[in-house]
Antibody, heavy 117, light 106 residues
Framework: DVQLQESGPGLVKPSQSLSLTCTVT?????????WNWIRQFPGNKLEWMGY???????SYNPSLKSRISITRDTSKNQFFLQLNSVTTEDTATYYC??????????WGQGTTLTVSS | QIVLTQSPAIMSASPGEKVTISCSAS?????MYWYQQKPGSSPKPWIY???NLTSGVPARFSGSGSGTSYSLTISSMEAEDAATYYC?????????FGSGTKLEIK
């Protein structure tokens, strides 16, 4: 079965960069699909952040384009989120998810990130 | 970007009651997708391409719509259906979600 698992620092200071890892088991991220980061703010609004495709191409939400980078390590079947210059408004639960032509069909359980000094 | 507006934001229904949740898009989209989320859990895919139930979703759920107006319907509310439901589009980038409808059981 396909499983995704996020990991990250939990707490980041304002102006720093955040780095999160999504470890995928049960499916190779180089076989197919797009591998995404989605966040959910306090209050429950969901925001799609971007993806890295099975071929390595990326697409980002324009609202984040100057701060975001999604990369991968195919040997470990992991993909990563880096978000620069974070502020308190980046406090959210971050999910990784697989995208299958329209729907996010597998999600991780989410990792909570707090931006605070 | 395409803005998805859900209504109502919060609602409650009695067991056996019919429930309809609406999702209005700021521009026409080809399909709508729906998720169910319960507290402490990640969203679960619920309905894809407007009207197709994902595996395991009870048949009392249905989806419909076209253009800018879509809906999720529960024919007969059950306690386990209490959750927040989100619509989502991928017609154009960036992918966007509705603000959610919290459905409570009376």
């Amino acid at each position: 079965d396909v499983q995704l698992q996020e990991s990250g620092p939990g707490l980041v200071k304002p102006s720093q960069s955040l780095s999160l890892t999504c470890t995928v088991t049960g499916y190779s991220i180089t076989s197919d699909y797009a591998w995404n980061w989605i966040r959910q703010f306090p209050g429950n609004k969901l925001e799609w952040m971007g993806y890295i495709s099975y071929s390595g191409s990326t697409s980002y939400n324009p609202s984040l384009k100057s701060r975001i980078s999604i990369t991968r390590d195919t040997s470990k079947n992991q993909f990563f989120l880096q978000l620069n210059s974070v502020t308190t408004e980046d406090t959210a639960t971050y999910y990784c998810a697989r995208f299958d032509w329209g729907i996010f069909d597998y999600w991780g359980q989410g990792t909570t990130l707090t931006v605070s000094s | 970007q395409i803005v998805l507006t859900q209504s109502p934001a919060i609602m409650s229904a009695s067991p056996g009651e019919k429930v309809t949740i609406s999702c209005s898009a700021s521009s026409s989209v080809s399909y709508m997708y729906w998720y169910q989320q319960k507290p402490g859990s990640s969203p679960k895919p619920w309905i894809y391409r407007t009207s197709n139930l994902t595996s395991g979703v009870p048949a009392r759920f249905s989806g419909s719509g076209s253009g800018t107006s879509y809906s999720l319907t529960i024919s007969s509310m059950e306690a386990e259906d209490a959750a927040t439901y989100y619509c989502q589009q991928y017609h154009s980038y960036p992918f966007t979600f509705g603000s959610g409808t919290k459905l409570e059981i009376k």
